[in-house]
């Protein structure tokens, strides 16, 4: 903590340098990526706070982090015995760390922040405050350099191809699709921040953060030509040549800013949620009209394609037989009080380890037995590992990256005896999950008009969960992926065949125990009427979910008929794949309730 005081201090003594008298430090990087290599984890670097997602403020005599209800419990731990102050994000009356900025700023004051770092969508909001409040934006400066002294490089391991087999796509193809959508909204040029769009629409993957298939790069693209700024020694003499005969050139990355010159005077399409701030300054400083709406590529991505979506299916058929293999082993140790968290941990992760196509895990596993459950995005810590007793709940949060899909899987396992609390918990988290799963909707449906559905049991009892319920899934790219989510926050994007989504409703006890069941859906279509197209969910995770602790009299006939479904499913995809004690454990596991 005194090393917190100290670069806190630093940090400080710079901002008296460029006289600011607030800096904004934000969990993103020039390409607004939810995870990131060290060199962009600036407000970690800062507070120690480890959080994938939060805000940091730092004033001349004050910090505060903005931490929204799943990292509650983390920052109240590893921000104990600092002097910056925990904002609980999402409790009434408690505003956004801009919003709150703009009101708590007197007049004439200097805001400050890396404009590579700051999406434009985030200042949006405010400007009209800050303007009459006479607030100057200072984004110039990259101050955090000054007192980073070791601060890492960009990583440079080679970027490699993601075959047409399993994209199901070109790259051509997909940016003759999004040159049609800038035709139609009378855009020149594109130009592009993110990362997973831009290997999504390439074809291209790289591992630069170890869960997130990506590599750091902008794209630009125009009626007759696209260009790629990227590290140019990480591609070999095959991708050059497959990028040019597809007509996509390959530029230096740190030569991006400079090239947008190129542009003056267009009328160019950029995502402002997306957009870092520097980049909408240099197009504003040629003259450009900026078209300022959502990528192409977001909704193209979203929706997958046939092959992506076959392939995937096979995908899940081998996450499901490595987490059958996992769970035969997990049962049959946690008795021998010789399991804790890590060698849980390890062991999941050794089992995906040994699969065809396997590229990493799909974000670093959450082992979390009892009351560390409690803590939604809960991790292992250097020096400490809890052993796992035979009693209450242990649950597993994991996932895999592989060429032909992603996986997010969340099961909660029954370690021993519960008490009568913990069984009505996972039965009604079970029966909401289930509730979501069995949803037929009609077309224009938001995920805010089916979140209700995971939650209305847990609610009837007073109950409920400080996240959202679902999120959009990549296809070897990220795990959390737009548009669309299921939450009680509106997100004005319809769920459409073709996207997937998890479904992860749970019960989080501070000091207690945890309790969530995940499983990733996919939207088909289920009929057309005279009222319209209606839709469902098929499941694409394949793995069995214990019911020991179910208290049946809780189930409706219709959420048991589509357990004992879902379970008959499992069996049967994952059987002719699993032999001796795994096979006969599969069997046991998925027997109708």
């Known amino acids: 903590m005194t090393l917190i005081a100290q670069r806190l201090a630093a940090l400080r003594a710079e901002m008296e340098k460029h006289q600011l008298d607030a800096w904004v430090l934000p969990s993103s990087d020039p390409h607004n990526s939810e995870y990131m290599p060290l060199r962009w984890k600036v407000r970690q670097y800062m507070s120690g706070f480890t959080a994938s997602v939060s805000t940091m403020v730092v004033l001349k005599d004050s910090a505060y982090i903005w931490a929204d209800g799943r990292y509650w419990l983390q920052a109240e731990q590893e921000l104990a015995g600092t002097d910056i102050q925990i904002v609980y994000l ?20 200097r805001l400050g922040f ?73 855009a020149q040029a ?79 399409l950029v995502d402002p949620a997306q957009s870092n701030m520097l980049t909408f300054a240099t197009l504003r400083a040629q003259g450009c009209t900026l078209v300022e709406k959502r990528a192409p590529s977001v909704l193209l991505k979203a929706i997958k ?70 803590m939604m995005h809960y991790g292992l810590k250097d020096g400490v590992d809890t052993p796992v007793k035979p009693e209450g709940f242990f649950l597993l949060d994991s996932g895999g990256q592989y060429d032909d899909g992603t996986t997010d899987i969340t099961r909660t396992f029954v370690c021993g005896p519960v008490s009568e609390d913990q069984a009505r918990h996972f039965t009604l988290v079970l029966k909401g999950m289930l509730r979501l799963s069995a949803a037929i909707f009609l077309h224009g449906t938001r995920g805010l008009q089916l979140d209700v559905l995971a939650r209305q049991a847990l609610w009837n009892e007073g109950v409920n969960y400080a996240c959202g319920t679902g999120h959009g899934v990549g296809y070897f790219n990220n795990v959390h992926e737009g548009p669309h989510s299921i939450s009680t926050g509106l997100i004005d994007q319809a769920i459409l065949p073709g996207m997937v989504v998890t479904n992860e409703p749970g019960v989080y006890l501070p000091g207690r125990y945890g309790i969530r069941i995940e499983n990733i859906l996919l939207c088909q279509d289920h009929a057309a009427t005279e009222h319209g197209k209606f839709y469902r969910f098929e499941a694409l995770t394949l793995c069995p979910i214990d019911t020991r602790v179910v208290r049946k009299d809780l189930l409706g006939a219709e959420e048991t008929a589509y357990l004992n479904s879902y379970h008959a499913t499992v069996l049967e995809r994952l059987s002719p794949h699993l032999q001796g004690d795994d096979l006969r454990f599969l069997r046991d596991a998925c027997k109708a309730l």
């Not at 409790?91 to 004439?108: F, S």
């Not at 590579?116 to 607030?135: E, P, R």
């Not at 790069?217 to 040019?244: G, Q």
Request: include cysteine; hydrophobic fraction near 40%; charge should be negative.
């Open 190 to 268: 594109h130009v592009l921040n993110a990362l997973d769009d831009i290997g999504y629409l390439l074809n291209l993957r790289g591992s630069d953060v170890p869960t997130s298939p990506y590599f750091h790069a902008y794209l630009v693209v125009t009626e007759d030509r696209a260009v790629l700024y990227a590290h140019v020694t990480r591609f070999n003499d095959s991708l050059r040549a497959d990028l040019a005969a597809q007509g996509i050139g390959l530029q230096d990355y740190d030569s991006f800013f400079a090239a947008l010159r190129s542009l003056a005077g267009q009328s160019v």
């Open 305 to 374: 394609n046939t092959s992506e979506i076959s392939h995937w299916k096979n995908c899940f058929v081998r996450d499901g037989v490595a987490m059958v293999r996992f769970l035969r082993w997990f049962y049959e140790h946690v008795g021998s009080g010789q399991l804790t968290e890590r060698i849980v941990s390890d062991r999941i992760d050794g089992e995906r380890a040994k699969l065809d196509l396997f590229r990493g895990l799909s974000f670093t596993s959450i082992p979390a037995y009892g009351p560390n459950a409690a």
């Open 90 to 109: 999402g409790k009434p009356d408690v505003l956004p760390w801009n919003q709150w900025l703009a009101e708590t700023l007197t007049p004439g004051a």
């Open 114 to 186: 890396y404009g590579a770092t700051m999406m434009v969508k985030a200042m949006a909001d405010i400007q009209g405050t800050l303007q009459s409040k006479n607030v100057s934006l200072v984004t110039e400066h990259d101050v955090v350099d000054a007192v980073w002294i070791d601060r890492p490089r960009f990583p440079m391991e080679p970027v490699f191809a993601h075959a047409l087999e399993y994209a199901g796509e070109s790259a051509s193809q997909k940016i003759s699709k999004v040159r049609a959508e800038m035709r139609k909204a009378g």
